[in-house]
């Protein structure tokens, strides 16, 4: 226990004396965690197969018809 | 013709090229830079001499600020895997998963536990604790390095993998064989001994400054003499490395090392292109000679790609229209094995599903014996094999020749700095400043040619750039594209003036 809190102390001592420009840093980080993932990735970088609700099998097909149309449609 | 239109192909692959060019403006200054602020924290440990704690602390807060912009913008890569790329992620299988995953875990024990360690451990911890944990961050960005480096080298040779036609995946049949494939091992050990040249060109580039401005001469010189030791080093590492990636290329990506040459007409005891001009207008077809000027050293060629004076090494032309005497077949033969493999790859699959066994087991085996050229079977024309070849020589030839550019320069810089004639120098001074968007320019040319080169694969020989796209509007694509390049670009901005500022501030004394 006593080593937890050891090592809690150690993390929140160590963010409590961080200098401004370390402080800055951390906005950065934050500020570009929520464009990733609060924005790009739900707005704009869907999973295209999940997005089609298709299960795994239907995911295969999809896939193989994919594979395989060109080569169709070309012969 | 039913394949991706060529606008959404090429914005896919332009947004693509761009977060990974972005991306890697950060990652080779955090694999470089973590071993030199490694070894400056062992050496402020053996002496405790305070200069070196100043030293470690300054080049160790750059270290931050460079990791702290640059994290995450990998994951970038990995959202476009699964929208523009679906195709391509959903065949690849287990080979992005598995070493990702292991990445994700590595970086998340390793570089975050032992950064803060790292960062905050200043008089809180053991110091040898402390000065291991810096070892500890070196390690840790440079194995997570690894895992996406190997993934990156089973595109350009896939081994270790068997494609499941029921399911449309790759699945894993030897991890060893995906880890240590010859491309693999070469792959990461020149792209993170190539960082090493990047962190150690910028350390000196910077301390070079402050002896130029006459500011903390002794921390300059003492920083200068560690990265040129570690540049020097590691440029050595790089040339081998690089060596023995070119004789990979050779044997995997033959037509990659032609194009890198600008070898169209396939020769024994073929020469090294030193320094050439390529003629503008040459096509892959005609005889004209494809350099207006070129300096070529005899032989070297031939001994690089295949450790052997008097080898044979097939230029474009033997590789597109096939070599009898070379055994090279031709693309066109290529193309008919690959459309009988994807034609019976649908069999396959339509037969299983009526349930005719007998059928779908034929159909099995003809599209194995002729999945090796499975690729081939989406070109429309033999040409379509060949990428890029100006961009892919001039940068090939570019990155050689700064690499051996760096040689000197640390040479140079170890001379004058043991000495102490450095400070007399401005030029050198200037030089060694200048050269740090030298090795930024290094470092992504070698993706470049290696990303450029392979085209027009995805995976070698099997799936074309052009069959790995999703299905998505072009408008979408081009929307993110800038939306990335404004996002990047804001985020280098913010490096470059946060580096800045504090590179003005000096290193602190103690």
Known sequence: MTIIKKILNFYIEGFKNQSKSSKRLWVIILIKLFIMFAILKVFFFKDFLKSKNLNEQEKSEYIINNLTKQNNESN | ?510
């Open chain 2, 1 to 510: 013709m039913s394949q991706i239109d060529l606008s959404l192909v090429d914005w896919s692959r332009a947004q693509f090229a761009l977060t990974a060019i972005y991306h890697w403006f950060f990652v080779p200054l955090t694999l470089g830079l973590s071993f030199i602020v490694a070894f400056m924290h062992t050496i402020y440990y053996r002496t405790g001499n305070k200069e070196w704690e100043s030293i470690t602390r300054f080049w160790m807060k750059l270290f931050g600020i460079n990791f702290a912009i640059g994290v995450a913008t990998g994951i970038i890569l990995e959202f476009e895997f699964g929208t523009n790329w679906s195709n391509y992620s959903w065949f690849v299988g287990d080979i992005f998963g598995a070493p990702l995953a292991i990445e994700g875990i590595m970086a998340f024990f390793l570089e975050s536990t032992f950064i803060a360690v790292m960062f905050f451990g200043w008089n809180k911890v053991n110091k040898k604790f402390h000065m291991i944990s810096s070892w500890l961050v070196a390690f840790g960005s440079n194995l997570s390095a690894l895992w996406i480096l190997v993934a990156n080298a089973w595109m350009q040779n896939p081994v270790g993998m068997k494609f499941n036609p029921e399911t449309a995946r790759n699945e894993m049949q030897n991890f060893w064989d995906v880890l240590l494939s010859p491309t693999a091992v070469h792959k990461f050990l020149h792209t993170i001994t190539s960082s090493y040249i990047v962190g150690a060109v910028f350390v000196i580039g910077v301390s070079a400054w402050y002896i130029l401005k006459g500011r903390h001469i002794i921390f300059a010189r003492k920083s200068i003499l560690i990265a040129s030791i570690f540049g020097l080093l590691s440029s050595v590492f790089v040339a081998a490395t690089g060596d023995n990636s070119a004789y990979d290329v050779a044997q995997q990506q033959p037509m990659k090392l032609a194009a890198m040459e600008g070898l169209y007409k396939g020769d024994t005891n073929a020469g090294l292109v030193a320094i050439g001009i390529l003629a503008p207008n040459k096509e892959i077809k005609d005889v004209e000679n494809p350099f207006i000027f070129s300096i070529k050293i005899p032989s070297l060629l031939s001994i690089l790609a295949e450790r052997d004076v008097n080898a044979f090494v097939p230029g474009v032309n033997d590789l597109v229209y096939g070599n009898k005497d070379q055994g090279i077949v031709p693309i066109s033969e290529r193309m008919k094995k690959g459309k009988t493999s994807i034609e019976h790859l649908k069999k396959f699959n339509e037969h299983k599903k009526q349930g005719n066994t007998t059928e779908a087991e034929r159909s099995l085996k003809i599209f194995e014996d002729n999945y090796k050229d499975f690729g081939y079977g989406y070109l429309n024309k033999p040409e379509d094999a060949v990428p890029n070849v100006p961009l892919t020589f001039y940068s090939f030839h570019i990155m050689v020749g700064l690499g051996f550019f760096f040689i000197v320069l640390f040479i140079i810089a170890l001379y004058n700095v043991a000495t102490d004639k450095l400070k007399n120098k401005k030029w050198l001074l200037k030089l060694l400043l200048w050269s740090i968007p030298l090795a930024y320019i290094a470092s992504e040319l070698g993706w470049i040619v290696a990303e450029v080169g392979r085209q027009p694969w995805t995976i070698q020989d099997i799936l074309p750039v052009s069959i790995s796209t999703s299905h998505l509007s072009t408008s979408s694509v081009i929307i993110t594209f800038f939306m990335f390049a404004t996002l990047f670009t804001i985020l280098l901005i913010a490096e470059v003036k946060i580096m800045l500022s504090q590179i003005k501030s000096g290193p602190k004394e103690l």
